[in-house]
């Protein structure tokens, strides 16, 4: 483990398109000369037969001659991110040992912009190894970092990318550190076991719930907020309301014997959570409801589906409160 100061090379990332900033690599470097040594690495992930293989290349040139290649493999429970800082690491490193004097200059050239910021920053949690390995040597050599734009025809990339696929089709045992799981493949796999949990949970606890909370289909999300809970307060309760049966409806008021409270709609027609689509009152308004189906609902089915179009995106729920005046007018406690 090396505690080292962040490297900040130079010429890391080009402000140019990515084919006008490929030519511009290989304008730069068809100008090399014998002094200057580039390292072009490319990482894979692939998955065959049920098999995951995560694997490197890198190509190391003098000058415009190819002088070696490599190519490895991590342990399958890696990312493509960590091949990428892996073989750079694993490029440099036999191109230090071609030239260990330092009398020439070593450049890394890179497709990933993740990578290159790992390398010229803070080295991140995953494979941080490479990363603190990468920087170590940058404070002993003369070495540069350029991002080289993958898959615009660059030589070195070529190479790398042909040599990292090589590698997943024959795969060898990985050593070293690239041997251990990457936190990054440790955090997609207990993100995916805990997903699965959760919704094993979940469809077993919805068996629990009534038929009509039930046909929503609604999915179980902790992840981001619903989008309902940006309704209005008013709104978002008349919503909820709806989606559960339970509120200021006829059936509801008698269940718990609310003896004071109003069963009919102003129109005369019992409260019901579907009634709103039925009222004569709001049908005079049909022509502007908000993802209105071809005629009005005519039955109980086809007022679930287009209510449960409308709880799916509740600001066109909320748009229908507004037009027909529902809760706050026609159908008020």
């Known amino acids: 483990m090396y505690l080292i100061?962040?490297?900040f090379s130079t010429m890391i990332v080009s402000d140019h398109p990515k084919a006008e900033a490929a030519k511009l690599f290989t304008k730069w470097w068809d100008t090399l000369t014998n002094q200057d040594v580039t390292i072009f690495s490319d990482g894979s992930e692939q998955r065959t037969d049920g098999e995951r293989f995560v694997t490197y290349g890198y190509a190391i040139y003098q000058a415009q001659t190819q002088i070696a290649i490599g190519r490895g493999s991590l342990n399958p429970q890696s990312h493509v991110f960590d091949a990428e800082a892996v073989g750079a690491w694993r490029g440099l490193q036999h191109a230090i040992r071609l030239a260990p004097h330092g009398h020439r200059r070593l450049w890394m050239c890179i497709d990933s912009t993740s990578v290159i910021w790992g390398i010229r920053g803070n080295a991140p949690t995953s494979s941080q190894w490479a990363f603190l390995e990468c920087q170590a040597a940058m404070a002993v050599f003369n070495i540069q970092v350029r991002w080289s734009p993958g898959h615009t025809g660059i030589i070195g990339n070529e190479a790398a990318d042909r040599l990292a696929d090589a590698e997943a089709k024959a795969p060898s045992q990985p050593y070293g550190m690239a041997a251990e799981p990457t936190a990054s493949r440790v955090r997609s796999i207990a993100k995916s076991l805990l997903n699965a949990a959760r919704q094993r949970w979940w469809d077993q606890t919805r068996t629990q719930m009534s038929a009509w909370y039930r046909q929503w289909e609604l999915p179980y999300q902790t992840t981001k907020t619903p989008i309902e809970l940006t309704l209005p307060r008013p709104v978002l309760a008349h919503l909820l309301a709806i989606r559960s049966?339970?509120?200021?409806?006829?059936?509801?008021?008698?269940?718990?014997?609310?003896?004071?409270?109003?069963?009919?709609?102003?129109?005369?027609?019992?409260?019901?959570?579907?009634?709103?689509?039925?009222c004569r009152k709001t049908r005079r308004s049909f022509s502007r409801w908000p993802l209105r189906p071809s005629s009005p609902p005519s039955n109980m089915?086809?007022?679930v589906r287009y209510l449960k179009a409308l709880l799916t995106e509740p600001e066109h729920f909320e748009s229908l409160l507004e037009l027909t005046k529902y809760f706050t007018t026609i159908c008020r406690r």
């Open 301 to 303: 089915k086809e007022a």
């Open 5 to 7: 100061c962040p490297i």
């Open 245 to 278: 049966r339970h509120g200021d409806f006829a059936w509801y008021h008698i269940k718990f014997r609310h003896d004071t409270a109003e069963l009919n709609c102003s129109c005369g027609r019992l409260k019901t959570p579907e009634h709103m689509l039925f």
